[in-house]
């Protein structure tokens, strides 16, 4: 059995950890083109592994599952935040719980959530001046954030709007600092960004108790609830009881963190993309006008709106919201005849692999026509896994792909989106794969777009 692979050496004390935590995107594709599809390399003291191999991943996320945990170097750093939520737990607790959540996420229930996903987007326009710059990215991480409050505590966020989002924003600021720290005590050094963190945390807590409260004085009175909160309420463990309001607060923040920024980013990468391609954006556009003649979109739509999603899914493939997903060895595991020792760092890329030639034709270019159910079928499992696969797939994907179709139809159906400065636009690699200085976009409405055909002829004129 051998363990030679190749990598990149490193310093002696950090291994790679420098130029992974510098330029993370930038690492992981030069480690890919140099060494290869299965590489080692350290991350301080930890062994750490690049998997590029599709059946490897697949090992690792679906049939060897159970020998993997979340790669714990990486969440020890949020155990505060999201505290034993679905997306840190482990084994049989977290087995339980994604049981017990499994119904907040089937379709039945989610296509309740259309209208107020339209409504929520329509409602963001109704401020939006023709011809006017908007930071979409901002905009986007606005609306989602209100849609997944809808649909978790079925209240509109009113007064607390401004407080909620001001916590998520410096929470969410500071976990690129938090996540390369490679001690969880330096998370509690009385630094002034530990200070601001700790008190956006409790703000965050107080305000989602606040939310839990509001829910059970509704259930006393005998109000029903569509929201997600009341499925997890009405929930029972196997001995009859109810989660703990502990229990729920981790299991909230939890859906509130990963439901809305992962949505935000894909749609403003999506506008990005169809501003730097005018043909595809065309082609939406005909689609929506073919399909909807005018009208909302709603949950019956989303079946033959097959265009406007695969745009959706090619963005994913270019601009995957979760990056990098990483797996923590808990007993010695074997990958094509490498021994990968116990609390070793696994990890796999869906940035890699969607740029990958091999798989994808022609890999760097916006191809959403590419997605035909027969390329599907072909590629290989384990190579396009932007939601991760397996048990710990995740449990929010219908939601995320019925909020990205949605939002992009009801946009783009009343406007054009124009990259202001597309040099501006720059990936980076916090926890999840945000625009680095945002995206701004001139909003054209489109009947104005469509009596203006050339809008930059019109500005070459000026
Ligand atoms: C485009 C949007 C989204 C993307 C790309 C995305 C991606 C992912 C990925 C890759 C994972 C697995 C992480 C891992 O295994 O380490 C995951 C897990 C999870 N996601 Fe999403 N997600 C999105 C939207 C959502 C939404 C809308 C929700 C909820 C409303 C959600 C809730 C969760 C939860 C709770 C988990 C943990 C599941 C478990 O471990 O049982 N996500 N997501």
Redesign the pocket.
Known sequence: MSTNLPGPKGSFLLGSLKPFAVDLLNFLTTTRREYGDFVHFKLATVDSYLVSRPHLIRQVLVTDQDKFI?NQNFWKHFKSLFGL???TNEHQS?RVH?KLSAPAFQPKRIANYADFMVGYTKEMLGHWENNAEVDLHDEMMEVTAKI?AK?LFDAELGEHNEQLLDAMHTIEGMIPTRMMRPFAWQDALPLPSNIKYSKALRKLNQLVEGFIQHHKAQEAQGNESNSLLSVLMQARYEDGSRLPNKQLRDEVI??FL???D??AI?LSWTFYLLSQHPEKLTLVEEELERVLAGRDPGWDDLKTLSYTRSVIKET?RLY???HL??RETTEDVELDGVKIKKGATVLMS?WVMGRDAEYFDDPLSFKPERWTPEFEKSLPKGVY????AGP??????G??MM??VLLLAVIAKEYRLECVDRDEVEPFASITLVPKRGVKMRAIRRSEHNAQPDYQFKEQLA
């Open positions: 979340k939520g679905l997306i977290w994604r997944v649909a939890t859906l990963a439901g809305h992962t949505t894909t994913l995957p919201a979760a997903i990483g869906p896994f932007p939601f991760s710990r797939v995740c449990i929010g994907e939601f995320a909020e990205a």
